[in-house]
Protein backbone atom coordinates (compact mmCIF):
# COMPACT_ATOMS: atom_id res chain seq x y z
CA UNK A 1 0.00 0.00 0.00
CA UNK A 2 3.16 2.66 0.11
CA UNK A 3 3.63 2.64 -3.65
CA UNK A 4 -0.43 3.33 -3.62
CA UNK A 5 -0.42 5.83 -0.88
CA UNK A 6 3.08 7.46 -2.76
CA UNK A 7 0.51 7.91 -5.75
CA UNK A 8 -2.40 9.58 -3.54
CA UNK A 9 0.48 12.47 -2.83
CA UNK A 10 1.15 12.72 -5.76
CA UNK A 11 -2.28 13.58 -6.63
CA UNK A 12 -2.75 15.91 -4.14
CA UNK A 13 -4.92 13.82 -2.16
CA UNK A 14 -5.09 15.22 2.19
CA UNK A 15 -5.76 12.18 3.15
CA UNK A 16 -3.04 9.67 1.96
CA UNK A 17 -1.51 9.14 4.95
CA UNK A 18 -4.65 8.37 7.31
CA UNK A 19 -6.48 6.78 4.48
CA UNK A 20 -7.84 3.08 5.56
CA UNK A 21 -8.24 0.98 2.11
CA UNK A 22 -10.36 -1.38 4.18
CA UNK A 23 -13.05 1.05 5.55
CA UNK A 24 -15.97 1.92 3.33
CA UNK A 25 -16.61 4.92 4.73
CA UNK A 26 -13.08 6.16 3.51
CA UNK A 27 -13.36 4.07 0.32
CA UNK A 28 -16.14 6.44 -0.79
CA UNK A 29 -14.48 10.15 0.03
CA UNK A 30 -11.41 8.77 -1.82
CA UNK A 31 -13.56 8.08 -5.25
CA UNK A 32 -15.68 10.77 -4.75
CA UNK A 33 -12.20 13.48 -4.39
CA UNK A 34 -10.66 11.43 -7.08
CA UNK A 35 -13.89 11.92 -9.38
CA UNK A 36 -14.47 15.36 -8.43
CA UNK A 37 -10.89 16.59 -9.04
CA UNK A 38 -9.13 14.44 -11.08
CA UNK A 39 -10.87 12.02 -13.58
CA UNK A 40 -13.90 13.78 -14.41
CA UNK A 41 -16.12 11.17 -15.89
CA UNK A 42 -19.53 11.73 -15.44
CA UNK A 43 -21.86 14.49 -14.93
CA UNK A 44 -21.64 16.37 -11.93
CA UNK A 45 -25.52 15.22 -11.12
CA UNK A 46 -24.69 11.51 -11.82
CA UNK A 47 -21.84 11.51 -8.92
CA UNK A 48 -24.40 12.14 -6.11
CA UNK A 49 -24.63 7.84 -6.43
CA UNK A 50 -20.68 7.11 -5.40
CA UNK A 51 -21.28 9.93 -2.53
CA UNK A 52 -22.91 8.58 -0.37
CA UNK A 53 -23.15 5.01 1.08
CA UNK A 54 -25.92 2.57 0.47
CA UNK A 55 -27.10 -0.87 -0.56
CA UNK A 56 -26.44 0.34 -4.34
CA UNK A 57 -22.89 1.86 -4.02
CA UNK A 58 -20.96 -1.44 -4.65
CA UNK A 59 -23.08 -1.96 -7.92
CA UNK A 60 -22.64 1.60 -9.29
CA UNK A 61 -18.86 1.70 -8.41
CA UNK A 62 -18.35 -1.48 -10.41
CA UNK A 63 -20.11 0.56 -13.32
CA UNK A 64 -17.91 3.52 -13.13
CA UNK A 65 -14.90 1.46 -13.20
CA UNK A 66 -16.01 -0.33 -16.33
CA UNK A 67 -17.28 2.96 -18.06
CA UNK A 68 -13.06 4.08 -16.95
CA UNK A 69 -11.70 0.60 -18.58
CA UNK A 70 -10.60 -0.93 -15.47
CA UNK A 71 -10.19 -4.46 -15.94
CA UNK A 72 -10.73 -5.66 -13.04
CA UNK A 73 -14.48 -6.23 -11.20
CA UNK A 74 -15.46 -4.54 -7.80
CA UNK A 75 -17.53 -6.66 -5.74
CA UNK A 76 -16.78 -5.38 -2.06
CA UNK A 77 -14.07 -3.44 -0.10
CA UNK A 78 -13.28 -6.87 1.84
CA UNK A 79 -12.81 -8.46 -1.16
CA UNK A 80 -8.49 -9.49 -1.99
CA UNK A 81 -9.35 -8.03 -5.69
CA UNK A 82 -10.68 -4.81 -4.03
CA UNK A 83 -6.97 -3.44 -3.58
CA UNK A 84 -6.65 -3.81 -7.56
CA UNK A 85 -9.47 -1.76 -8.48
CA UNK A 86 -8.33 0.98 -5.76
CA UNK A 87 -4.73 0.94 -7.20
CA UNK A 88 -6.11 1.07 -10.94
CA UNK A 89 -8.09 3.53 -9.74
CA UNK A 90 -5.84 6.25 -8.43
CA UNK A 91 -3.40 5.15 -11.32
CA UNK A 92 -5.88 6.82 -13.39
CA UNK A 93 -6.09 9.57 -11.69
CA UNK A 94 -2.20 10.10 -11.95
CA UNK A 95 -2.73 9.38 -15.50
CA UNK A 96 -5.34 12.29 -15.39
CA UNK A 97 -2.92 14.64 -13.60
CA UNK A 98 -0.44 13.58 -16.22
CA UNK A 99 -2.81 14.78 -18.98
CA UNK A 100 -3.75 17.87 -17.39
CA UNK A 101 0.00 19.01 -16.64
CA UNK A 102 0.66 18.36 -20.07
CA UNK A 103 -1.76 21.15 -20.97
CA UNK A 104 -0.59 23.32 -18.78
CA UNK A 105 3.39 23.56 -19.99
CA UNK A 106 1.88 23.80 -23.72
CA UNK A 107 0.00 26.58 -22.34
CA UNK A 108 3.21 28.26 -20.81
CA UNK A 109 5.16 27.78 -24.17
CA UNK A 110 2.03 29.51 -25.71
CA UNK A 111 2.59 32.69 -23.73
CA UNK A 112 5.75 34.25 -25.46
CA UNK A 113 9.19 35.43 -24.06
CA UNK A 114 7.52 38.73 -23.13
CA UNK A 115 4.95 36.57 -20.88
CA UNK A 116 7.78 34.25 -19.76
CA UNK A 117 9.93 37.25 -18.61
CA UNK A 118 7.51 39.32 -16.78
CA UNK A 119 6.61 35.64 -14.42
CA UNK A 120 10.08 35.10 -13.92
CA UNK A 121 10.47 38.48 -13.10
CA UNK A 122 8.02 38.68 -10.69
CA UNK A 123 9.37 35.41 -8.66
CA UNK A 124 12.55 37.50 -7.41
CA UNK A 125 15.93 38.24 -9.08
CA UNK A 126 17.51 38.21 -12.87
CA UNK A 127 20.07 35.79 -11.28
CA UNK A 128 17.03 33.60 -10.64
CA UNK A 129 15.49 34.06 -14.18
CA UNK A 130 19.10 32.68 -15.71
CA UNK A 131 19.10 29.69 -13.48
CA UNK A 132 15.54 28.50 -14.59
CA UNK A 133 16.21 29.38 -18.28
CA UNK A 134 19.72 27.16 -18.19
CA UNK A 135 17.65 24.59 -16.51
CA UNK A 136 15.13 24.05 -18.99
CA UNK A 137 17.09 24.21 -22.05
CA UNK A 138 19.52 21.30 -20.61
CA UNK A 139 16.38 19.44 -19.98
CA UNK A 140 15.31 19.92 -23.11
CA UNK A 141 18.26 18.77 -24.93
CA UNK A 142 19.19 15.80 -22.87
CA UNK A 143 15.65 14.87 -23.49
CA UNK A 144 15.56 15.31 -26.89
CA UNK A 145 16.93 12.04 -28.38
CA UNK A 146 14.74 9.78 -26.25
CA UNK A 147 11.52 12.15 -27.24
CA UNK A 148 12.86 11.77 -31.15
CA UNK A 149 13.15 7.80 -30.55
CA UNK A 150 9.58 7.74 -28.80
CA UNK A 151 8.03 10.02 -32.14
CA UNK A 152 9.95 7.18 -34.37
CA UNK A 153 8.94 4.47 -32.78
CA UNK A 154 5.14 5.96 -33.79
CA UNK A 155 5.87 7.01 -37.10
CA UNK A 156 5.95 10.88 -35.94
CA UNK A 157 8.64 13.07 -37.36
CA UNK A 158 9.40 15.70 -35.39
CA UNK A 159 9.21 19.21 -37.60
CA UNK A 160 12.08 21.39 -37.56
CA UNK A 161 9.65 24.23 -35.34
CA UNK A 162 8.83 21.86 -32.53
CA UNK A 163 10.48 22.01 -29.78
CA UNK A 164 9.87 19.49 -27.15
CA UNK A 165 6.61 20.16 -25.50
CA UNK A 166 4.62 20.32 -28.58
CA UNK A 167 6.01 17.07 -30.12
CA UNK A 168 5.20 15.34 -27.14
CA UNK A 169 2.04 16.79 -27.25
CA UNK A 170 1.29 15.23 -30.89
CA UNK A 171 3.09 11.93 -29.76
CA UNK A 172 -0.21 12.17 -26.94
CA UNK A 173 -2.56 12.89 -28.82
CA UNK A 174 -0.94 9.97 -31.41
CA UNK A 175 -1.49 7.45 -28.38
CA UNK A 176 -4.62 8.49 -27.17
CA UNK A 177 -6.31 7.88 -30.82
CA UNK A 178 -4.41 5.41 -32.22
CA UNK A 179 -2.92 3.19 -29.18
CA UNK A 180 -5.88 2.30 -27.07
CA UNK A 181 -6.61 -1.24 -25.99
CA UNK A 182 -9.10 -1.61 -28.98
CA UNK A 183 -7.34 -0.04 -31.50
CA UNK A 184 -4.31 -2.36 -30.57
CA UNK A 185 -6.46 -5.35 -30.41
CA UNK A 186 -8.01 -4.72 -34.05
CA UNK A 187 -4.40 -4.43 -35.16
CA UNK A 188 -3.05 -7.67 -33.76
CA UNK A 189 -6.29 -9.68 -34.79
CA UNK A 190 -6.25 -7.74 -38.32
CA UNK A 191 -9.76 -6.43 -36.93
CA UNK A 192 -11.68 -10.05 -36.65
CA UNK A 193 -12.90 -9.61 -33.58
CA UNK A 194 -13.24 -6.05 -33.68
CA UNK A 195 -16.37 -3.51 -34.23
CA UNK A 196 -16.57 -2.71 -37.54
CA UNK A 197 -16.57 0.98 -39.02
CA UNK A 198 -19.34 0.69 -40.76
CA UNK A 199 -21.50 -0.40 -37.28
CA UNK A 200 -20.82 3.36 -36.05
CA UNK A 201 -23.57 5.95 -37.28
CA UNK A 202 -22.82 8.40 -39.59
CA UNK A 203 -23.29 12.06 -39.71
CA UNK A 204 -24.91 11.33 -43.54
CA UNK A 205 -26.20 8.97 -45.26
CA UNK A 206 -24.51 9.16 -48.92
CA UNK A 207 -23.48 5.93 -52.08
CA UNK A 208 -20.03 6.88 -51.23
CA UNK A 209 -18.60 4.43 -49.27
CA UNK A 210 -14.76 6.24 -48.63
CA UNK A 211 -17.17 9.92 -47.74
CA UNK A 212 -19.21 8.31 -45.22
CA UNK A 213 -16.31 6.10 -43.82
CA UNK A 214 -14.47 9.47 -43.73
CA UNK A 215 -17.31 11.72 -42.07
CA UNK A 216 -17.81 9.02 -39.42
CA UNK A 217 -14.39 9.37 -38.50
CA UNK A 218 -14.79 12.90 -38.08
CA UNK A 219 -17.68 12.41 -35.86
CA UNK A 220 -15.83 10.51 -33.92
CA UNK A 221 -12.97 12.65 -33.39
CA UNK A 222 -15.64 16.00 -33.20
CA UNK A 223 -17.30 13.56 -30.39
CA UNK A 224 -14.11 13.32 -28.28
CA UNK A 225 -12.93 16.62 -28.20
CA UNK A 226 -16.43 17.32 -27.27
CA UNK A 227 -15.92 15.43 -24.39
CA UNK A 228 -12.87 16.96 -23.23
CA UNK A 229 -14.66 20.19 -23.37
CA UNK A 230 -17.60 18.80 -21.26
CA UNK A 231 -14.80 17.96 -18.79
CA UNK A 232 -13.18 21.02 -18.38
CA UNK A 233 -16.89 22.80 -18.32
CA UNK A 234 -17.71 20.33 -15.57
CA UNK A 235 -13.98 20.73 -13.32
CA UNK A 236 -14.99 24.88 -13.69
CA UNK A 237 -18.32 24.32 -12.08
CA UNK A 238 -16.95 21.84 -8.95
CA UNK A 239 -14.77 24.49 -8.60
CA UNK A 240 -16.97 27.10 -8.55
CA UNK A 241 -19.29 25.07 -6.02
CA UNK A 242 -16.28 24.35 -3.34
CA UNK A 243 -15.59 27.95 -3.91
CA UNK A 244 -18.86 29.12 -3.04
CA UNK A 245 -19.21 26.30 -0.16
CA UNK A 246 -16.20 27.98 1.86
CA UNK A 247 -16.64 31.27 2.45
CA UNK A 248 -14.22 33.50 4.95
CA UNK A 249 -14.76 35.07 7.80
CA UNK A 250 -12.96 38.15 8.90
CA UNK A 251 -13.88 38.85 12.32
CA UNK A 252 -12.06 41.83 12.75
CA UNK A 253 -13.81 43.32 9.66
CA UNK A 254 -17.42 41.76 10.71
CA UNK A 255 -17.21 40.70 7.04
CA UNK A 256 -18.81 37.71 5.99
CA UNK A 257 -17.59 36.22 2.73
CA UNK A 258 -14.81 36.80 0.47
Not at 19 to 31: A, C, G, P, T, Y
Not at 181 to 193: E, I, R
Amino acid sequence: MDATRRQLKCVGYPFANDVNFSSKEDLIILVSWLEDRKIREMEIEQREVLRKDGEKWDSAFNEYLTSLGCPFEWVSASKDIAHDCISWLISAAVSAEFEDASEDCVDMEDLGDDSTATVFTNMNTSMEVEANNTTTSETESALAPAINKLGEMLLLTRNNDENDIIYLQRILKKIKFFLTDGSLKCLLTNNANGIKLKSFPSAFESTDSVLKQVSIIIRMLYLSDFRELQNDLNSLIVLGQEYTANPKTNNSLGVVGR
